[in-house]
Every structure is written in C-alpha cells, then in structure tokens.
C-alpha cells in the first residue's frame, strides 16, 4: 500500500529551524518525483518544493534560500529543512508523490499525506 | 507566474443539488488542470486529473470539464461527505504549480 507519513512539525520561535520528514512507503522516494505543499491557518493550498527523481530541486520564492528539501533512500524518507522560520511560515505542511510527471497534462499529486503543523511564535 | 482564480469562494446548497465551481487561469494551461479535495484533518484527496480524468475510486457524482484557461468541477447530487474545500491547480507551470484559492462547499 502506497502511504506518505509526515512527522517532526511543532512549536518553534521565529528564526529558528525545524527539520520535516515524510516517511514513504509502497514506492522508493527516490525514484519518484516529490513535493511539499502548505496551508496556513484559514488560507488555501501553497506549492512549496519539488524534488526530480534526477535530485534537482526547486522552491517557491517564499522559501527559496530558508528551505533545503532532500532525501534519504536507506529510509525512504523525504524531508524539509526550515531555516530562518518566520511567522508566516505557520501552516500544516503536506508532502505528496507527483505522478506521471512526463506525461503531459496527467502530471498530479497523488497521494497526499495528512500533514504536520508547524507553528513559529515567540 | 500562472494565477489560479476560483470561484465563488464559498457555496451553501442542500443534499441532492447539483454543484459547479469554476477555476480560471490567467493563460492557456490547456488540459494541465486537477481538482483537490480537503477536509479538515484528512488526507487531502486527488478528484479529477487532466481536466475531466476520474482518479480512480472517487464517486462518478464528481466531473471536471473544460480546456485552455475556464475549468468545471460538477458535483451531481451534493451528499453530506461532500463538505469540504476544493481548490483546482495548475501543472502547467513546472515547477510552480499553483493552486486556486479554493471554494468551501457546506450543506
């Protein structure tokens, strides 16, 4: 069964880090192409990284410099490192497989996980 | 960058209704258009791929149209599980794929 676990949200004060993780199993995260997304407190759905099975990675201008996303292939595991954490980084952080991604317009993010909260406030 | 833009924001219908969301972008996607599903809580959920592509298991109540820059999620015959935000998003535009801002549908 295909399923996408994320862990290591919480409290944290503005400037510090926190490091997110996305525990995959059913397929190898390093073959696939990956991403996360977030939603902040009563807002909608913001693309924040994406991860090429090739390694190349790329973020949303929001996070570009603060964020790293990675990979381990021993765990299987995807993760986000959040540096330089800002209050408007608040939000529950969703990582998700891309599928089909040379297909065209079948490119889609599924599945999903079901989040980690991450909370920056002094 | 490609904008998203949904509407309405919010909906209220009764159970049985028919629904209809809109999502326009802001330049020719062609058919580079998903419909999301998200409940508080849950697993956010993959509905209608490539415009009108029914990602397996989801309820044939839910149908996506439409090509180029004006999208169509339908829902026949609104059911209580049906609460929930729906936001259309764009993979146009890798890597950056946007979302729409999303429409709350309540009973």
């Known amino acids: 069964e295909v399923e996408l676990v994320e862990s290591g949200g919480g409290l944290v004060q503005p400037g510090g880090s926190l490091r997110l993780s996305c525990a995959v199993s059913?397929?190898?995260?390093?073959?696939?192409?990956m991403t996360w997304v977030r939603q902040a407190p009563g807002k909608g759905l913001e693309w924040v990284s994406t991860?090429?099975?090739?390694?190349?990675?790329y973020y949303a201008d929001s996070v570009k410099g603060r964020f790293t996303v990675s990979r381990d292939k021993s765990k299987n595991t995807l993760f986000l490192q959040m540096k330089s954490l800002r209050a408007d980084d608040t939000a529950v952080y969703f990582c998700a497989r891309i599928l089909d991604f040379w297909s065209g317009y079948y490119r889609r993010l599924d599945p999903w996980g079901q989040g980690t909260l991450v909370t920056v406030s002094s | 960058d490609i904008q998203m833009t949904q509407s309405p924001s919010s909906l209220s219908a009764s159970v049985g209704d028919r629904v209809t969301i809109t999502c326009r972008a802001s330049q020719d996607i062609n058919a580079y258009l998903n419909w999301y599903q998200v409940k508080p809580g849950k697993v956010p959920r993959l509905l209608i791929y490539a415009g009108g592509n029914l990602q397996s298991g989801v309820s044939s109540r839910f149908r996506g149209s439409g090509i180029g820059t004006d999208f169509t999620l339908t829902i026949d015959s609104l059911q209580p599980e049906d609460v929930a935000t729906y936001y259309c998003q764009q993979t146009y535009s890798v890597p950056l794929y946007t979302f729409g801002q999303g429409t709350k549908v309540q009973i």
């Open positions: 991860i090429y099975a090739g390694g190349s990675t």
């Open positions: 059913g397929f190898s995260v390093s073959d696939r192409y």
